[in-house]
């Protein structure tokens, strides 16, 4: 997670030597560590979609995850803060993956968001697809809406039956 070019080649080494299907970083903006939409992170999604594997988004609460954010709101309620991490860091990447054209500029990655369910993605993916329509997401040259490229290219995890999900 802190250096793109150490991520592209731990990529590379998991997938071409050790067979991995994919690889995962937390979503979670680290102090001093580049954004997702980083340029330097362009070649790990180059070899990411040409070598067909996902890229999977999974959050998590420790001693190390930078979730201050949260605290100002909750202070050290955790129950609270763990309801609404998973869900809003999730939120947050696939702004980050659509907003800055990451999923416009390389149609063949697939990106996995792991351990947030699934209701989350319809009514987000909608205010998305306003947003392009009202306001446009300048900085990513779309040619898609939010929910086709989310339909196109990415994938939710779900742990349990979800409410209003077809069984």
């Known amino acids: 997670m802190a ?6 080649e731990e990529a590379r080494r998991c997938i071409d030597e050790l067979g991995f299907r994919g690889v995962w970083r937390r979503p979670e903006q680290f102090p001093g560590i580049p954004a997702l939409h980083d340029a330097a992170y362009e070649a790990l999604w180059d070899f990411l979609a040409g070598a067909g ?7 998590g609460m420790n001693g190390v995850i930078p979730y201050d954010y949260l605290k100002d709101r909750f202070g050290d309620y955790y129950t609270a803060l ?11 990447a696939l702004t980050t993956m659509i907003a800055y054209g990451i999923l416009e500029r390389h149609p063949g990655l697939k990106v996995a968001f792991l351990e947030c369910g699934a209701t989350w993605a319809v009514p987000y993916l909608h205010r998305l697809d306003e947003h392009l329509e009202t306001f446009g997401f300048d900085r990513a040259g779309l040619t898609l809406a939010p929910s086709e490229y989310f339909a196109r290219q990415c994938f939710v995890s779900v742990e349990e039956e979800e409410p209003g999900w077809p069984r």
């Open 53 to 59: 594997a996902a890229f999977a988004f999974h959050p």
């Open 82 to 92: 763990h309801a609404v991490h998973f869900a809003a860091e999730q939120m947050m």
């Open 3 to 8: 250096d793109a070019g150490d991520a592209l």
